[in-house]
């Protein structure tokens, strides 16, 4: 088994901050129906409080208030799966309420010795 982590990109405005009741309940089904497969997940913040942190040079780093790039989508939630290969992963990220945005799939790298 493998572990992937799904991205959830949507346009913000959309969801609602608070996010809507319905898509809590949209969420809250996946879970019901995925529970299983799921390492965890969680929704974000508004991109509003995000800070960027760059590296500029060897010791140097800028901060930013707000997200890396701007965009119509945002990083809105992401859930953490265990799958067997990409295409149980897919099978997942299909069921993830998403509205009109999209949801990247990218397996986890394993770093021996690293925390997690």
Request: aromatic share 6%.
């Amino acid at each position: 088994m493998t572990q992937y982590l799904m991205l959830i990109y949507q346009d913000e405005s959309l969801v609602g901050d608070p996010p809507s009741p319905e898509v809590g309940m949209e969420h809250m089904a996946f879970i019901a129906a995925n529970g299983p497969a799921l390492r965890g997940g969680n929704g974000l913040e508004s991109a509003a409080t995000a800070t960027t942190v760059r590296a500029g040079g060897p010791a140097d780093f800028m901060i930013t208030d707000g997200p890396f790039a701007e965009t119509k989508e945002q990083i809105v939630g992401y859930y953490l799966v265990e799958a067997a290969d990409l295409d149980a992963a897919i099978a997942l990220a299909k069921q993830v309420p998403m509205g009109d945005g999209c949801v990247e799939v990218r397996p986890i790298r394993v770093v021996p010795g690293a925390v997690g």
